[in-house]
Every structure is written in structure tokens, then in C-alpha cells.
T-cell receptor, first 117, second 111 residues
Framework: EAEVAQSPRYKITEKSQAVAFWCDPI?????LYWYRQILGQGPELLVQ????????DSQLPKDRFSAERLKGVDSTLKIQPAELGDSAMYLC???????????????FGPGTRLTVT | TQLLEQSPQFLSIQEGENLTVYCNSS?????LQWYRQEPGEGPVLLVT?????EVKKLKRLTFQFGDARKDSSLHITAAQPGDTGLYLC???????????FGRGTSLIVHP
């Protein structure tokens, strides 16, 4: 069964350092999402791509976070510099191309657990 | 921004008991999904509901979408320890494809 791949699974970094996460969506899925999930809460959308274009990044802290999906396939989320409050689970999800009136169904990767010390 | 409220926030029960968790909003949704998330893993899609009043069953799990498409419920019959996890609802409204998640219901089923 096709899965969303993410790496690394765990990352420990010191504050002010740079960190990057990678996501490979299910083959053929045009839409890719990055979420941040704080323990005990639901996922919060950071950025949404349709192919290589950003659909929404209104909740992405752009002073320190960046995301790209250059060829419309895999994607990288970067934090520079990392802060203590960035400690969280970072989830990637993908879905088929969005069409008007059709529900999207997201498939999630296993996530990257980030700890900033 | 639409807000999805899930209740209860926490639920601890014994194996064999029945339970219902809720997902409510003041917004009308075009579709709503339920996910289960185990500790340290990503959410796994359980079901999508689209039509007001729709009922879907997945083994011991029954999902219902409210008639007005503003709320949903998940009922588990004869809960088992394997049902333990965080149950999340997610939805979008109108022409928006930007999903919103609730905070989830954390369920623990004791053997």
C-alpha cells in the first residue's frame, strides 16, 4: 500500500540552529500539506501546495519557516533559526488533486518529532 | 476561520463499554473526516462523510453527519484496547480546500 514518507522520524537540535524535514507524498497526489501538532492538540496547517504552487501559507511563520516543492513531488520544510517553542510533531500529508465539490481525503506520514533544546 | 469543537477532550473506559464522541461547529461543512492517531504516529483516515444525515459504519464504529452538516458523532460499540488513541475530526466549508482540525478526543480503553 502506498504511503507518505517522512524523514527524519526524530530530530533534536539546539535553539538557533537550522533544521530541515523532508516529505515524499503518495505517487500521483498533487496536493501536499505540512502541519504542526503540539502534544494534546490537533494538527495546525502550516502550508498547503497544489503541485509546486502554494495554496495557503497564512499560518506559516515566514520569518523563520520556509517550505518548497520545486518539482511538484517531494517537499522540504525548513526552520532557521529554531526556537524552543518549535518543539512539536511535524506532519506531512497528501491528497489527490482538489476538485470543486469533492471531498479531499488526506493521507499522513509518520511525522517528525522535533525537540529544540 | 471555522472552529471545530470536539468533546469530550478525554475519555477513559473499560473494555466492552460503549462511547460516543462529538465534533461540533457553527459552520456548514462540505465534507468531514474522522481520523485516529496513535502516539508517535500520523493520523489515519477512518471515514469521510458528505451528505447531511449520512450514517457510515466501519465494524464497531458508527459515524453520523448532522442533518445541517454542522456536526458529527462517532460511536464505538464494545470498545477494545486497540481502539485507544486520539480521535480527530477535520473539515472544510464552502469552496475552501483548506482543512481545519479539532483538538481531538483522547480515548483510553483499559483491558
Amino acid at each position: 500500500e502506498a504511503e507518505v514518507a517522512q524523514s527524519p522520524r526524530y530530530k533534536i537540535t539546539e535553539k538557533s540552529q537550522a533544521v530541515a524535514f523532508w516529505c515524499d507524498p503518495i505517487s500521483g497526489h498533487a496536493t501536499l500539506y505540512w502541519y504542526r501538532q503540539i502534544l494534546g492538540q490537533g494538527p495546525e496547517l502550516l502550508v498547503q501546495f497544489q503541485d509546486e504552487s502554494v495554496v495557503d501559507d497564512s499560518q506559516l511563520p515566514k520569518d523563520r519557516f520556509s517550505a518548497e516543492r520545486l518539482k511538484g513531488v517531494d517537499s522540504t520544510l525548513k526552520i532557521q533559526p529554531a526556537e524552543l517553542g518549535d518543539s512539536a510533531m511535524y506532519l506531512c500529508a497528501s491528497s489527490q488533486i482538489l476538485t470543486s465539490g469533492m471531498p479531499y481525503e488526506q493521507y499522513f506520514g509518520p511525522g517528525t518529532r522535533l525537540t529544540v533544546t | 476561520t471555522q472552529l471545530l469543537e470536539q468533546s469530550p477532550q478525554f475519555l477513559s473506559i473499560q473494555e466492552g463499554e460503549n462511547l460516543t464522541v462529538y465534533c461540533n461547529s457553527s459552520s456548514v461543512f462540505s465534507s468531514l473526516q474522522w481520523y485516529r492517531q496513535e502516539p508517535g504516529e500520523g493520523p489515519v483516515l477512518l471515514v469521510t462523510v458528505v451528505t447531511g444525515g449520512e450514517v457510515k459504519k466501519l465494524k464497531r464504529l458508527t459515524f453520523q453527519f448532522g442533518d445541517a452538516r454542522k456536526d458529527s458523532s462517532l460511536h464505538i460499540t464494545a470498545a477494545q484496547p486497540g481502539d485507544t488513541g486520539l480521535y480527530l475530526c477535520a473539515a472544510s466549508s464552502g469552496g475552501s480546500y483548506i482543512p481545519t482540525f479539532g483538538r481531538g478526543t483522547s480515548l483510553i480503553v483499559h483491558p
